[in-house]
C-alpha cells in the first residue's frame, strides 16, 4: 500500500509542475509578448517633411529592436488635425503611435480641435529639436538683431516678414511681439516662396527651418542674422541666438516626439522610452540629426507632460497678442 502510495504522490508531482507552469504563463504579464503585430506610426503631415524624415528613421531602428514592422503612415491635412485626431481616439493598445511636433501646442490657440491634448495622450518621449534661423535678403542691409530693430522702429509697418504659416507664423509672430515693432507678416503657401521672396528682395526677413534655409545661406542668397532657440545651433554654432541678441525669452524650436492614446499600459510605454532613449544615444543618430538641422534631445514622459503645459500657455498667449487666425 505504501509503494502504491508513494507512486501516486510522485505522480501528482510531476504534473504540478507543468499545472503551476501553465498557470503562470496564463497570468503571466503581456508585456513580455509586446509586440506581437506590425505597429503604425502616424505622421499628421504629408510625406518628405522634417516630421516624415523623423519618423522613417525611427521606424526603422524601432522595426530593427522590437522585432516587428513598424510602418509610417502619413495622414495629412488641417494643419495635423487629422491625423493627430485619428490617435487620440485609436485602441490603446500600443499599435498607434503618433509622431507630434511643435504644432500639437500651437493649433489650440487658434482652432477648434476635436480632442484634448492635456488628456488625450500618453507620451513615451521627444526624439529632437530643431530650431528656426532668422534670415535676410542680400538687398537688406543688416547683420544683426540689433539692426532690425533699429531700423524698424524708425519705419513702422514698413518691413515685412515672410512666412509659410503655422509654425512659422507663430514663431514670426513672437519676434514681433517681443521686439515691440509693427512688421507686417507676409502669408506664403509653402517655406520655399517665402524664402523666394525674401532673397528677391519682394520681404526683408523670414523665420524659417534650418533645414530649408541652409543652401541659401551658403550660396549668400539669404543672410543668417540669429538662431532661434535658447542655445546655439549644432548646424550654425557662429550664429548667436535671438534670445542671446537682444530679445530675452524668444524661443521657438520645433520639437518632434512619439505620443500613444491615453490608457496605453506603462509597460508598453517604457518599453518604447527605452528603446528611443537608446535611439538617441547613437552617435549615427546624432549626427544625421545635425546634419538635417536638428538636434537630439530626449525627454521623458513627465518632462514631456510639464512642457506640453507650458507650450500651450505660451503659445496661447502668442496667440492672443498678436491677434493670430487660422492659416
Known sequence: MKTILFGIVLTLLSLWGPLCTARAQSTAPKDLAYPTKSIRLIVPQAAGGSNDIMARALANYLTMRLGKPVIVDNRPGGDGLIGTDIVAHANPDGYTLLLASAAFTMNPAIRKIPYNPLTAFDWVGMIATGPTVLTVGASFHVSSVKEILEVAKNK?????????????????????????????????????????????????????????????LRSGKLIGIATGSLKRAATLPHLPTID???????????????????????FIINRLSTQLAQYLELSDTQNKFIKDGAEASFKSSDQMRKMIVQDLTKWAKIAKDSHLQPD
Request: charged share 5%; net charge negative.
Open 244 to 266: 542671446e541678441s537682444g530679445l530675452t525669452g524668444y524661443d521657438a524650436a520645433n520639437w518632434w516626439a512619439i505620443a500613444t492614446p491615453s490608457g496605453t499600459p506603462t
Open 156 to 216: 513702422p509697418g514698413v518691413y515685412t516678414m515672410a512666412s509659410a504659416g503655422g509654425f512659422q507664423h507663430f514663431a514670426s509672430a513672437l519676434f514681433r511681439s517681443l521686439s515691440g515693432n509693427d512688421y507686417t507678416i507676409l502669408l506664403y503657401k509653402g517655406g520655399f516662396p517665402a524664402m523666394v521672396d525674401v532673397m528677391g528682395g519682394q520681404a526683408h526677413m523670414t523665420v524659417g527651418s534650418i533645414v530649408q534655409s541652409i543652401p541659401h
